[in-house]
């Protein structure tokens, strides 16, 4: 049997994880990238015979992550595989503060993870699979409205959104100009309740002016839950015209 492998960062809690639980399948070789493994995620995959690998790591240091991946896809036989997608979801909102008042190592880690991470490890994954011709290659990049409209202490989120919005874009050029380039996106999930929602609404609001606005959409019930959010990412992920345009919205 041919697999559909999947690579998803961030996949141990919140949305991540209810991606990982919805990409478990019989045909799925799931490979999860995270600071801390899942044993109930481990015990569904056996319940459902998926073959699951759960990487223990720190994209704050993902040069060494995107190397390792790099060499684990180089190993792999492609003639064993149905497709191969990478979905980069990490990421890290650092403390809701004015950029003055931000610590600096803070800001340095949410570019990291929320930026440096997805670039590093889709350019090892666009290198190792290169010459995979005879099956498709998407990468889906979980972005953010914040990524499109600014916000008030949360430069280093904004930034790093904004930012793969835009590398996305580069390489959506750079692989139609190949004759089977991969399929990229950078998709907004809308808003979802997660623990950075908690982090949101929480927030001290002189600090952070938008904080009333969080709290009001917990409270009118506007917000997605995770696996509502995972469902129709996963459904946009699996349309025919995936990657046509390179930067969208998930609701639209």
């Not at 610590?103 to 490890?121: F, T």
């Not at 904004?158 to 380039?181: I, N, Q, S, V, Y």
């Not at 917990?218 to 345009?245: I, T």
């Amino acid at each position: 049997m041919t697999k559909h492998l999947t690579i998803l960062t961030g996949a141990s809690r919140g949305m991540g994880l209810a991606l990982a639980e919805q990409l478990l399948a019989t045909d799925a070789m799931l490979l999860c990238i995270s600071r801390h493994t899942n044993d109930a995620l481990a015990q569904a995959a056996v319940a459902c015979g998926a073959e699951l690998l759960q990487w223990q790591a720190d994209l704050g240091d993902a040069a060494s992550v995107a190397q390792r991946l790099q060499e684990w896809l180089q190993s792999r036989d492609p003639a064993m595989l149905a497709s191969a997608t990478l979905i980069n979801n990490a990421g890290v909102i650092s403390a809701l503060t004015p950029l003055r008042a931000s610590a600096a190592k803070d800001v340095a880690r949410a570019l990291r993870v929320g930026l440096e991470a997805p670039m590093l490890l889709s350019a090892a994954f666009l290198a190792a699979t290169h010459g995979w011709t005879q099956l498709p290659r998407k990468v889906l990049n979980i972005s953010s409205g914040l990524g499109r409209r600014p916000m008030a202490s949360s430069s280093s989120y904004c930034a790093a959104k904004a930012g793969m919005d835009h590398f996305t874009r580069c390489l959506a050029l750079e692989e139609a100009l190949l004759p089977h380039g991969a399929k990229v996106c950078s998709l907004a999930p809308g808003v979802i309740d997660t623990d950075m929602q908690v982090q949101l609404r929480s927030a001290d609001a002189a600090q952070f002016p938008d904080q009333t606005g969080f709290a009001a959409l917990k409270e009118k019930g506007q917000l997605s839950s995770p696996a509502d959010a995972a469902k129709r990412l996963l459904a946009f992920l699996n349309r025919p015209d995936f990657g046509v345009e390179p930067v969208a919205d998930v609701r639209s």
